[in-house]
C-alpha cells in the first residue's frame, strides 16, 4: 500500500524534526559491505539475486530511482543494482560492483556531494554518479562519508559541530573532501563520527557534548580527527552515544545515557569515558537512543528506549530497558531513528519500531512494537576481517599440530599476475607455494576470475563465490614477513559455490594460507612456473593446467 504525502503529512514531518525526534544519524561501519540499511523513516535491503528493495517515506526521493512522491509502505524493487547501500536522514548512496558511488535525495548541505545544493530530483536525476574506486560509504544527517578502495577517507555535506574531521566547524562542504588516509572503518553520527585506522586505532572528530567522544576534550567541536585509543575492532556512532567493540570482543560505550542506551547503568546525559558493557559480541548498532548488539552465538541484544518498540522486545515501553536478549538466530542488525532492521542467518529480514512512513515495511503505518518478517532471501553481509587475523576462518577451524620439522619459508621468487608484479605475503612450504585467498580475491577482482571471500556462520566455514566482485574487509596484502615460521595444517572447511570443497591450507601466526595451485584449480586460471626468470606466472586469461 502507497501512502501519498499530503500537506498535513509534510507538517508533522516539520514538527518532528523541530522536537528532535526525527533527527538522523549513520549506524553503518563500512569496513564491509551494507547489503541493508535503515535510514530516517527509509530502509533498503539488497537480496541474493543483486536486486534492490526500498521501502519508507519517497518526499527527497531519497529512495533512489522509486520517483514517486509517496509514503512505500511494503518493499518495492528499485530498478538499479548495486553490491551496498547506505542511508541518511533523507538520502542515500549506493556503490556499484565497479567501485562508482552513486547518489541520490535531498542537497540542502550538499550531501549528494556534487559541487551544489540543488536536490537530484530537481535537476530530474533519480541518482547522481559522485565518485570512482569507493570500497565504502557512510551517510548522516547533512553528511556522507566515503573510503576509497586504498583506504582513503572522504567526506563531504554539513560540517557542523565539526563532524566531517575537515578543520572546519560550520558551512558547507558540497564536494568530498580528503580528511584521513589508512581508514577501514567509518560511522557517522547525528554530530559526531567515528573512524577506525587499518592498525585498529580509533580516531575521533565533531561534537563531545555528551561525551560521545570517549574522552574529555578542551572544547565541545572538534574539528580535526583526534586519537581515542587502541585495540578496537568494531564501531558504531549514534545520536549522541557511541559504541566500540574491542580486538577482544567486548562492548563498550561512551556519550549520552540517560534513556540506558550505554546498557552498563549509567543513565547521565554525559559520559566522557568508554566503560564495559559485555563481552562475546560481534557487532553492534546504535539508534537514536538506543542500541542493538549481535553476540558471536548469533543472539540479538537489545537495551535503550522503547517507545516504539525498536528494541524488539514484542511491546514498548517508555521505561529505560537494560540489556537482554531477544532473538536468535541473528547475522546482522542495523539502526536508525527509532527503527530497527535484523537479519536472520537463514536470509530473512524483520522490522520494528517507529513506523509512520511505513519504514518498517509491513505494509501499514502502525508501529511494529514485534519484530515483523518483511524479505525473504536478503545477502548476508560479508564479515568484517578479524582485526590481526584477516584471513582466519573462525573459531571452530583450529589448527593441528605441526608435522616434524614442516618449515614455511616466505616466497622470494617474482609474481606476475598477468604480466604485472605483484608482492604478495606469501609462502612456500615443501616446495608449493601458499597464498591467503583474500589477497588474491583482491588482486583479481578487475579480472574474468574475480572471487567473493565471505564467512558462512551457519557452516562455519569460508564461502567463495566466483564471478562475484570481491568485497575488500582490510588487511588485504599486508604483514608481509622475512621469517620462517613453523605452519601449522589447518582444518578449515571451504565452500565453492555451495559446494565443499577441499583446499590444502596451512595456519600461520592465525592467518590462513592456502595453495596456490589449488586455488588455480578451483576457480581455473592458469598457475605456471617460469624457471629462467625464477617467477610465478598468474594469468586469469588461461585456463589452469596441471
Given at each position: 500500500m502507497r501512502r501519498l504525502l499530503a500537506a498535513g503529512l509534510v507538517i508533522c514531518m516539520v514538527l518532528a524534526f523541530q522536537s528532535g525526534w526525527a533527527f538522523g544519524y549513520g549506524d553503518n561501519s563500512v569496513e564491509r559491505s551494507n547489503t541493508f540499511a535503515t535510514g530516517g523513516s527509509i530502509s533498503a535491503a539488497i537480496k541474493n539475486d543483486g536486486s534492490l528493495w526500498v521501502w519508507g517515506t519517497n518526499l527527497y526521493v531519497q529512495l533512489g530511482g522509486v520517483e514517486e512522491n509517496v509514503s512505500i509502505e511494503s518493499p518495492v524493487q528499485n530498478p538499479n543494482e548495486y553490491i551496498s547501500i547506505s542511508l541518511g536522514e533523507n538520502h542515500g548512496a549506493g556503490i556499484k560492483a565497479n567501485g562508482e558511488l552513486w547518489m541520490w535525495g535531498s542537497n540542502t548541505d550538499g550531501q549528494i556531494g556534487n559541487g551544489r545544493t540543488k536536490a537530484t530530483y530537481e535537476g530530474g536525476e533519480a541518482a547522481q554518479k559522485i565518485m570512482d574506486n569507493a570500497a565504502a560509504a557512510s551517510l548522516s544527517y547533512g553528511s556522507s562519508f566515503a573510503i576509497t578502495k586504498d583506504n582513503v577517507l572522504y567526506a563531504w555535506g554539513s560540517q557542523a559541530f565539526g563532524k566531517l574531521g575537515n578543520g572546519a566547524e560550520q558551512g558547507k562542504a558540497t564536494s568530498p573532501v580528503k580528511v584521513m588516509e589508512n581508514v577501514k572503518s567509518v560511522s557517522a553520527g547525528r554530530m559526531h563520527t567515528l573512524i577506525l585506522t587499518l592498525d585498529n586505532k580509533l580516531y575521533a572528530c565533531g561534537s563531545n557534548m555528551s561525551g560521545e567522544l570517549g574522552i574529555k576534550t578542551d572544547r565541545n567541536e572538534n574539528t580535526t580527527p583526534i586519537f581515542i585509543m587502541d585495540g578496537v575492532a568494531f564501531i558504531s556512532a549514534g545520536m549522541a552515544h557511541s559504541a566500540i567493540i574491542k580486538t577482544d570482543g567486548t562492548l563498550w560505550t561512551s556519550g549520552q545515557g540517560s534513556?540506558?542506551?550505554?546498557?552498563?547503568?549509567?543513565?547521565?546525559?554525559?559520559?566522557?569515558?568508554?566503560?564495559?558493557?559485555?563481552?562475546?559480541?560481534?557487532?553492534?548498532?546504535?539508534?537514536?537512543?538506543?542500541?542493538?548488539?549481535?553476540?558471536?552465538?548469533?543472539?540479538?541484544?537489545?537495551?535503550?528506549?522503547?517507545?516504539?518498540?525498536?528494541?524488539?522486545?514484542?511491546?514498548?515501553?517508555?521505561?529505560?530497558?537494560?540489556?537482554?536478549?531477544?532473538?536468535?538466530?541473528?547475522?546482522a542488525v542495523s539502526a536508525y531513528n527509532r527503527h530497527t532492521l535484523i537479519l536472520k542467518t537463514n536470509g530473512e529480514l524483520f522490522g520494528c519500531g517507529s513506523n509512520f512512513y511505513g519504514e518498517v515495511g509491513q505494509g501499514n503505518s502502525y508501529d511494529a512494537h514485534a519484530p515483523v518478517k518483511v524479505l525473504d532471501n536478503v545477502k548476508i553481509p560479508p564479515e568484517p576481517a578479524k582485526p590481526s587475523t584477516p584471513d582466519e576462518p573462525g573459531e571452530s577451524a583450529k589448527p593441528e599440530e605441526p608435522p616434524s620439522g614442516l618449515k614455511a619459508t616466505p616466497t622470494a621468487s617474482t609474481v606476475l599476475v598477468n604480466g604485472e608484479p605483484v608482492a604478495f605475503d606469501a609462502y612456500n612450504i615443501n616446495d608449493n607455494n601458499y597464498f591467503k585467498l583474500r589477497d588474491l580475491a583482491y588482486i583479481l577482482n578487475d579480472t574474468e576470475k574475480c572471487f567473493e571471500v565471505e564467512w558462512d556462520g551457519e557452516k562455519e566455514a569460508i564461502s567463495l563465490t566466483s564471478g562475484q566482485a570481491y568485497t575488500k574487509v582490510g588487511g588485504e596484502m599486508e604483514g608481509k614477513s622475512s621469517d620462517v615460521k613453523t605452519p601449522l595444517p589447518s582444518n578449515a572447511k571451504v565452500y565453492l559455490n555451495g559446494d565443499e570443497v577441499a583446499l590444502t591450507a596451512y595456519n600461520i601466526d592465525g592467518n590462513n594460507y592456502f595453495k596456490l595451485r589449488d586455488i588455480g584449480a578451483a576457480f581455473d586460471f592458469g598457475v605456471d612456473w617460469d624457471d629462467a626468470a625464477k617467477t610465478i606466472v598468474i594469468d586469469t586469461s588461461k585456463p589452469y593446467s596441471d
Open positions: 534513556e540506558g542506551q550505554l546498557g552498563d547503568g549509567r543513565d547521565k546525559s554525559s559520559n566522557y569515558s568508554f566503560e564495559k558493557v559485555m563481552d562475546n559480541v560481534k557487532s553492534v548498532a546504535t539508534g537514536f537512543d538506543y542500541t542493538m548488539v549481535v553476540k558471536n552465538d548469533a543472539t540479538l541484544w537489545s537495551f535503550g528506549q522503547n517507545g516504539f518498540g525498536q528494541l524488539a522486545r514484542g511491546q514498548r515501553s517508555y521505561e529505560i530497558c537494560p540489556p537482554t536478549q531477544v532473538m536468535e538466530g541473528v547475522a
